[in-house]
């Protein structure tokens, strides 16, 4: 949270202030619980959150082991003016890809429209989509037959996935069940 300087404020009044620590990939989320759980004196339910993630994320990498090939795919958690914000590198959104057996499209770095140019060049075969945002767009139809992902093999197969958008966004308790609904739905690609 912040700005800076109300965290400065808060801490000037004497309350207690800790930062959780930021974490890269899926190990995000078992940093943030070992700290978290240090701080509340939780550690023993830490440790059982920890181990029951964990098992879930070794599970997908077991099945992903399987994949014979690793199908292109696109993660958006909006539209804006018709252009897909993709999850590019560094982001929550790709390493999600990754662990369910994915090929990230985007190859840019952080949360970045994709021009439709850009989308039907990468040709990604399955998209996956926040569930609040297509309701917003008037329904999967009218985000499928959008000029920038109709023209794709996802959008000509109309293989999608709809996500929340906090399991988009951030690591947590159920993003393993988020990534095995993906890994499943790559694995239907696989199939055909």
Do not use: C
Request: net charge negative; charged share 20%; no cysteine.
């Amino acid at each position: 949270m912040g700005p800076p300087a109300v965290m400065d404020n808060l801490a000037a009044t004497g309350m207690r202030i800790e930062y959780v620590p930021e974490g890269q990939g899926p190990a995000r989320y078992v940093e943030r619980v070992e700290f978290i759980a240090g701080v509340v004196d939780k550690e023993d339910r830490g440790a059982e959150l920890i181990a029951s993630y964990t098992d879930r994320i070794d599970a997908l990498q077991v099945r992903r082991a399987k994949m014979e090939r690793t199908p292109r795919a696109l993660l958006s958690l909006a539209v804006r003016d018709g252009a897909p914000i993709a999850a590019g590198a560094e982001t929550t959104g790709h390493d999600m890809i990754e662990i369910a057996g994915g090929e990230n499209v985007a190859t840019f770095e952080g949360w970045k429209p994709m021009s439709a140019e850009a989308v039907i060049a990468a040709a990604p075969e399955i998209i996956f989509l926040s569930s609040a945002h297509i309701d917003r767009m008037g329904g999967i139809g009218a985000v499928m037959d959008l000029p920038s992902i109709s023209a794709t093999p996802a959008g000509q197969n109309q293989s999608y996935l709809m996500l929340n958008a906090q399991m988009m966004l951030q690591f947590g308790p159920r993003s393993p069940v988020a990534m095995a609904d993906m890994m499943a739905s790559l694995e239907a690609i696989l199939a055909d």
